[in-house]
């Protein structure tokens, strides 16, 4: 009974302990979030008040006051007075986007946050040159993609692209989005122009689209896809390669046509379980209906 009560003791001496550090940690989350006397500052646009900032628990308080201050006014002219090179970086990529002036964004450290402050301009100003400040060619060729989806101009895609397949990857978006044959044609990259005409084959139900996949495996799994939303069992057997895809999809293809009698092209074995696979789909319609 002792025991029990000592272990009682030692439980509830826990929680308290865990309940304390939460509160202590929320207090202290809380205060961050929501720190008023910074928020007074900014709302008042005075570095005046920013300097005043109590910085023993938060070092980067008056740093991020300014930083603040600096893209509310968009005023670039505060971002050099900032110490810590974060919020450097951050002023001048939040005043850059205020301002619209990519001449800013050379400033921000961080590449992938460069790329975005040169990007997000670039298609703010409809001005796709505005990549090329961009060094690194990946980043650089991600902002052309950016923008062409942006613009909803297929023709952006042909900006210059220096990447592996950049280009074939931007119009694979369009065609994909647009579901549009004619663009997958464009792509280079026999793998990406696969994967292009499997996406928009489903996406039309259009089972020739199957046909003009080079790989294998894709070409039958395209085939398979189609013939489950068209119910087609002509579809099923464009299916070369293994015989176990094709079983599947003739099974698939009775479920949506709703038919136990497509189930008779297969084995006696492969048939029973193919014509409960349909019941149990009428059972749950039925239910669901």
Known sequence: MSFTKSKNKSSLRTLIFLLILFCAF????????FDEELMAAVRKGSLKMC???????NPTRIDDCYAQIAAKKGDEDICPKIKDESYKSQC???VALKNNDADLCKYVTAEMNKRECYTNIAIGKKNSNICKEITEPAFRDQCYIDFAKASGNVKDCYALMTESDSQDLCFAWFAENKKSEEICAKILNQGIKDDCYQKVAIATQGNLLCDKIQLQSKKDQCNFEVASQMGSVETCNKIDDGKQLWITCIKQVAITQNSKAICDVLSPEEKKSCQLQVENARAVSAAEN
């Open 26 to 33: 929320f207090i202290s989350a809380c205060e961050f979030m």
């Open 51 to 57: 300097d005043e900032l109590n910085t023993s628990r």
């Open 92 to 94: 001048y990529e939040q």
